[in-house]
T-cell receptor, first 117, second 110 residues
Framework: GAVVSQHPSWVICKSGTSVKIECRSL??????MFWYRQFPKQSLMLMAT?????????EQGVEKDKFLINHASLTLSTLTVTSAHPEDSSFYIC?????????????FGSGTRLTVV | QKEVEQDPGPLSVPEGAIVSLNCTYS??????FMWYRQYSRKGPELLMY????GNKEDGRFTAQVDKSSKYISLFIRDSQPSDSATYLC??????????FGKGTRLSVIA
């Protein structure tokens, strides 16, 4: 199968600081990365889509200057939450899509729980 | 009408029961349909994948897709306490992002 490694799995940071979340595809080339945010007992909310080497496409209402996405290689994408505030506390999940089709088309990371204090 | 509708539950069943989960959707362009299981504070884990209409069985799990009715189902036989989780339906077409249902919280009581 396909494996996506996401870390850190949890992070606590002070208000006003920045936090970087990494997502790596371990055994396939991720041409597209999706970043999601999930609030407690809610479904996944798509934040942005990034294709390797291109600027990310953000969903309506998502601040691109606050949530910086970099997809510089086919195996690594990062999400940086800049100047984090308590309302940014959430569960962030990446999903990688490669050239495979079928059931391995989308693979999710294990998520990062961000708490801003 | 939302693109994907899924009853959030919660759904509570006794151990050994057959569980039926379902989603309806409005976009006839969807081509592939997935069911994910998500434990608390974890990323979604793919359970079942179906392309177009039909049934698919994997162990205790059966997925059904009826494109004519825009309705998909997941059945869990002989449910176990370890099946307690949130089940998310998801669907997509081409290379577009998956569209998720809200998820159904399932509790299997021993």
């Amino acid at each position: 199968g396909a494996v996506v490694s996401q870390h850190p799995s949890w992070v606590i940071c002070k208000s006003g600081t920045s936090v970087k979340i990494e997502c790596r595809s371990l055994d396939f080339q991720a041409t597209t990365m999706f970043w999601y945010r999930q609030f407690p007992k809610q479904s996944l909310m798509l934040m942005a889509t990034s294709n390797e080497g291109s600027k990310a496409t953000y969903e309506q209402g998502v601040e691109k200057d606050k949530f910086l996405i970099n997809h510089a290689s086919l195996t690594l994408s990062t999400l940086t939450v800049t100047s984090a505030h308590p309302e940014d506390s959430s569960f962030y999940i990446c999903s990688a899509r490669g050239l495979r089709t079928g059931e391995y088309a989308y693979t999710f990371g294990s998520g990062t729980r961000l708490t801003v204090v | 009408q939302k693109e994907v509708e899924q009853d959030p539950g919660p759904l509570s069943v006794p151990e050994g029961a057959i569980v039926s989960l379902n989603c309806t959707y409005s976009n006839s362009a969807f081509q592939y349909f997935m069911w994910y299981r998500q434990y608390s504070r974890k990323g979604p884990e793919l359970l079942m994948y179906t392309y177009s209409s039909g049934n698919k069985e994997d162990g205790r799990f059966t997925a059904q897709v009826d494109k004519s009715s825009k309705y998909i189902s997941l059945f869990i036989r002989d449910s176990q306490p370890s099946d307690s989780a949130t089940y998310l339906c998801a669907m997509g077409a081409g290379n577009t992002p998956l569209v998720f249902g809200k998820g159904t919280r399932l509790s299997v009581i021993a």
